[in-house]
Nanobody, 126 residues
């Protein structure tokens, strides 16, 4: 399974972006989809995750109240809507998925995800 992350770009501070994540297999059975991000010289960090069977979400404190993760069962895609973007949100954003329904306490762990996208760059700058 290959993941395609898209939607990144250049946005001014205070602006919004919506990232998308799609699997190459349209019938892929998602358990959890997550977004992580990484800036040069820093470790990759958890951003948000959603469990497909019940829609339960989890967010990192850094993006909480400014971001919404969602999934579309018909399109079989996941999204990350980011609002009120700040320069410190600049990073390469990666989507990751697992077919297993892990409890939300595990969603920030990178090791539970079986597949990773190639990343999409988000740059927040005036």
């Amino acid at each position: 399974v290959q993941l395609q992350a898209s939607g990144g770009g250049l946005v001014q501070p205070g602006g919004s972006l919506r990232l998308s994540c799609a699997a190459s297999e349209r019938t892929f059975k998602y358990g959890v989809t997550a977004w992580f991000r990484q800036t040069p010289g820093k470790e990759r960090e958890f951003v948000a995750a959603i469990r497909w069977n019940d829609g339960h979400t989890r967010y990192a404190d850094a993006v909480k109240y400014r971001s919404i993760i969602s999934r579309d069962r018909i399109q079989n895609m996941a999204y990350l809507q980011m609002n009120s973007l700040r320069p410190e949100d600049t990073a390469v954003y990666y989507c990751a998925v697992t077919p297993k329904n892990y409890n939300t306490g595990s969603h920030s762990r990178e090791d539970i995800y079986d597949y990773w996208g190639q990343g999409t760059l988000v740059t927040v700058s005036s």
